[in-house]
């Protein structure tokens, strides 16, 4: 810590991160020495558990593909049911991650270094659960590569005017870029193992993906390079990705669709159910993989700082929707509004509220932002009421339109339950996995911006 | 790369690497060693440790450069292609817009931007600027790696030709305060790709792909694949030409009834073109639309062999041997309309009857369209207005 943060009171000053003493050699032996042990019996019982949800959501999967999608609770007027849903919901919960590899990369938040690499990882697994559901949601699949614009047979291309092909391109896109900053950040990594691993075929996989790292000061110079290139380029991708998703929705003319406020307040809530993934997800793997030390307090502190923030937003958002439909004099708009939290399905509206505004308020209190418990509990609330938000903008909206000869309830199947069990399966599947067969902290990140690393200062630089 | 000069014999001195802990003593080494000028300066260190790089002498990245010029050919590239597929290769008009409507060419010509940078960025850095993957660099291979990997930062004075003084070396590491300092070796074997390897490689995914293709088609032999939604593929409902054992001549379609007429299909009362023409006029007024129509229908049907002007000359092949008729011939100018009418029913010499491809209306539109390639072909003085 320099000179001149010294000076400034207690509260302004950078939060510690570190607990105990951490040097550059003992962090790897903390952080990397997971293939050496034998998992905890818990790590079995709870890849049991997933599995199986796992297992449920590929025999729906399978049952849809056989059946057709008339297994699912969708038709007219609501169309998009749980396919939709699901995917909206996944692809805001890999939000997180990027906001956390790039923008905060980019404003030089030291604290997000150390948990940077598990949110990346849970982005990816986040999109491809997202990718399930559109793509069985087609109707038939095994054509979902007409999605693409190839020279065919038929001499037709995409509509590049429609913001269905633009969602096809934004989350083919960030599903690309993540893998590619990720492996990026990966491969020093890769070569830390390699060289600590003795021979056999776990050092032989160490070193391919490493591709024969040796932590040049020439190639550093393209690395830092690249890394902040790609942050740049990520940052761009955190507002379109979701911005792009909720056009599917903004350039329709449904009513409670149809509003400028959706870009700014899905990315918003995006970064806000991805947040509350990350702290539950957090607190359980620095319990499990003795991390407190690094993974500490005040790193939960800050993020639940965030939720608060990005649950005030929402809290926004929705008054928002309900001034847009008292000011636009809309019957419909209006109907549809009253539709949110009163009538049929008026408790998912209710809900959302609830879990999305009210009781992240408890985050004002530090006890409650230290509390592990209360975290989760808070985290579990913004999960389901963020799912709940999207229940409500698609299934409300849609089954009562215009048109009320028209109007028909939406009402899930079993099979559409099964999938989204499956979809948290191979979610936590793909958590539980990586934290057994990667490092799940970047330690070469942590290392460059420990105390004592980086000559001339004593504090770490970043 | 210096390690891959082949000037470099096994067993050779590849670089003298001394050993630091404290990232500051390892900058005033290289700043010290530097100006001797004993070879190539390197470092080897587990992060990147500020400075160093400029201590050691190496050039600011020119990664942005690249990244920025790819960036913006993917924004072009996606902009073309949007605009020629959407108004030029396929025009779609969607909601009034403009053809070229590039507003909404926006939200993918900026993710194709970002893929071309981010896998520049990514790609290039690794596979261009730093030449990697590569197995067979001597470092790789040195007993410190180990410490370098973790927590050891490394300076390296690399051998540039074969007057290297390892010794020198070794001493100016020393004095610039090396914990340790190991020489390193050329290694007998230091190509990333030898032609060995290469050949095994694509022998090896030649291999997988014949291995992996046989396996399926055993596969299918043996396991009847069950067809994703049989119910939508296979619908309990008949196509034209399907057998179906429902009725009793086995056939899905129903023939017409017997002695059923199609409009415009009367059966005609002549029996020959020759008695056509003393029995038929053209009933239709020759108008715009109809020359309009009797010009489809002639192209269509009787250019291929009587010629677009109808001259004779087909416009198939010399190995076509039938002589088709010269339409523009004055026997045929001197024959009734009724004469080409027939010929159209009925067909003549090599020519097949056109009765079931046209109509009443097409066959004396198409008769029209005769007397006006005859006139037009044979014009007169007079004929002009």
Redesign the interface.
């Known amino acids: 810590m320099s000179t001149a943060t010294a000076q400034l009171p207690k509260e302004l000053q950078p939060l510690e991160l570190i607990e105990g003493k951490v ?3 003992s962090l ?1 032996d903390q952080v990397l020495q997971f293939p050496d042990r034998r998992p905890p019996k818990a790590w079995f019982i709870a890849l049991g558990v997933t599995l199986t949800a796992l297992i449920i959501g590929v025999f729906c999967m399978g049952y849809t ?4 999608i008339g297994t699912w609770g969708n038709n007219r007027p609501v169309a998009w049911g749980f396919g939709i849903i699901n995917f909206v919901f996944w692809v805001g919960i890999g939000h997180a991650g990027t906001l956390i590899s790039a923008i905060l990369f980019l404003f030089r938040a030291r604290w997000r270094n150390a948990i940077a690499r598990f949110s990346e990882a849970m982005t990816i697994f986040a999109v491809m659960c997202a990718g399930i559901f559109p793509v069985l949601h087609t109707g ?1 699949p ?1 054509f979902a590569y007409w999605l693409f ?1 190839y020279p065919n047979e038929r ?9 269905l ?2 969602d096809v ?2 989350v083919s ?1 960030y599903f ?2 993540s893998l ?2 990720w ?2 950040g990966l ?2 990594d890769f ?2 193992m ?3 691993t003795k021979e056999g075929i776990r050092k032989s996989i160490y ?2 993906l490493s ?16 890394y902040l ?2 942050a740049g ?2 940052t ?2 955190v507002i ?1 990705v979701h911005s ?1 998703v909720s ?1 599917d929705f903004a350039t329709s003319l449904v009513p409670g669709w149809h509003m400028t406020i959706f870009p700014p307040y899905f990315v918003a809530g995006a970064i806000f159910a991805g947040f509350a993934m990350v702290v539950i997800v957090l607190t359980v793997v620095r319990k499990t993989m003795n991390l407190a030390n690094l993974i500490t307090d005040n790193h939960l502190d800050t993020m639940n700082k965030l939720i608060l923030a990005m649950s005030c937003i929402m809290g926004y958002a929705y008054f928002m929707e309900g001034g847009t439909a008292w000011y636009s004099a809309n019957p419909y708009i209006q109907h549809t509004f009253k539709n949110y939290v009163s009538g049929f399905y008026g408790w998912a509206g209710i809900t959302t509220i609830t879990c999305n505004v009210l009781i992240p308020q408890l985050f004002w209190f530090r006890r409650v932002r230290r509390s592990i418990p209360a975290m989760i509990f808070v985290s579990l609330a913004v999960t389901l009421g963020m799912w709940m938000e999207r229940f409500v903008i698609i299934v409300i909206s849609l089954s009562q339109d215009y048109l009320p000869t028209a109007w028909h309830k939406y009402m899930p199947t079993k099979i559409d339950f099964g999938i989204l069990l499956g979809s948290f399966g191979l979610f936590f599947t793909l958590v539980l996995l990586f934290a057994r067969v990667l490092p799940v902290i970047a330690t ?2 942590m ?2 911006s420990l105390p ?5 200062h004593g504090g770490g ?1 970043e | 790369m210096s390690s891959q000069s082949p000037s470099q014999s096994p067993g050779a001195t590849f670089a003298v690497l001394g050993l630091f802990s404290d990232p500051q003593k390892i900058l005033d080494a290289a700043k010290q060693v530097r100006p001797k000028r004993l070879g190539r300066l390197e470092a080897y260190t587990p992060y990147p440790v500020h400075g160093l790089d400029k201590a050691v002498g190496i050039p600011p990245s020119k990664l942005g450069r690249l990244v920025l010029a790819m960036g913006l050919l993917g924004a072009s590239l996606a902009l073309l292609f949007e605009g020629w597929t959407s108004a030029i290769d396929y025009p779609l008009m969607t909601s009034g817009k403009a053809l070229f409507s590039w507003q909404a060419f926006v939200p993918v010509m900026f993710e194709v931007t970002v893929l071309f940078a981010t896998f520049t960025a990514g790609l290039a850095m690794l596979f261009a600027f730093n030449k990697l993957p590569f197995f067979g660099h001597p470092v790789l291979h040195t007993k410190v790696i180990k410490d370098i990997t973790r927590d050891k930062l490394a300076l390296s004075i690399e051998a540039a030709d074969a007057s290297f003084d390892t010794e020198a070396a070794r001493q100016a590491l020393l004095d610039g305060g090396a914990e340790t300092v190991e020489v390193v070796p050329v290694p007998a074997w230091n190509r990333p790709l030898t032609l060995n390897g290469l050949l095994l490689t694509i022998a090896g995914i030649v291999a997988a792909c014949v291995v992996s293709g046989a396996g399926l088609y055993a596969l299918e032999k043996l396991i009847p694949v069950i067809p994703p939604y049989v119910h939508m593929e296979d619908q309990p409902k008949l196509n034209a030409f399907r057998s179906s054992t429902f009725f009793a001549d086995g056939r899905g379609m129903r023939m017409a009834v017997e002695g059923t007429v199609a409009r415009g299909h009367l059966p005609p009362a002549f029996k020959t073109p020759e008695e056509a023409g003393a029995m038929l006029t053209n009933p239709l007024p020759l108008t715009d639309k109809l020359a309009e129509r009797g010009r489809k229908v002639f192209n269509d049907h009787c250019a291929i062999c009587h010629g677009r002007v109808g001259d004779g000359v087909p416009l198939l092949s010399r190995a076509y041997g039938a002589k088709p008729a010269n339409l523009l011939s004055k026997e045929l100018a001197a024959r009734p309309d009724g004469y080409i009418y027939g010929v159209i029913m009925k067909g003549k010499n090599a020519m097949p009857s056109y009765a079931p491809d046209l109509d009443e209306n097409d066959r004396w539109a198409a008769v029209h369209y005769v007397r006006i390639l005859q006139r037009s072909q044979n014009a007169k003085d007079e004929d002009l207005p």
């Open positions: 040097t550059v050699g790897d593909l056989y059946y057709g038939r095994w614009p001499a037709l291309w995409v509509n590049f005017r429609s913001p092909v633009w391109f934004a896109t690309s870029v590619v900053f492996y990026l491969v020093p070569a830390s390699r060289d600590r070193s391919v591709l024969g790292w040796r932590g040049a000061a020439s190639h550093w110079v393209h690395y830092e390079k690249a290139l790609l380029l990520a761009g991708l379109s792009v056009f070469t990140e290392k460059a004592g690393a980086q000559a001339g630089h």
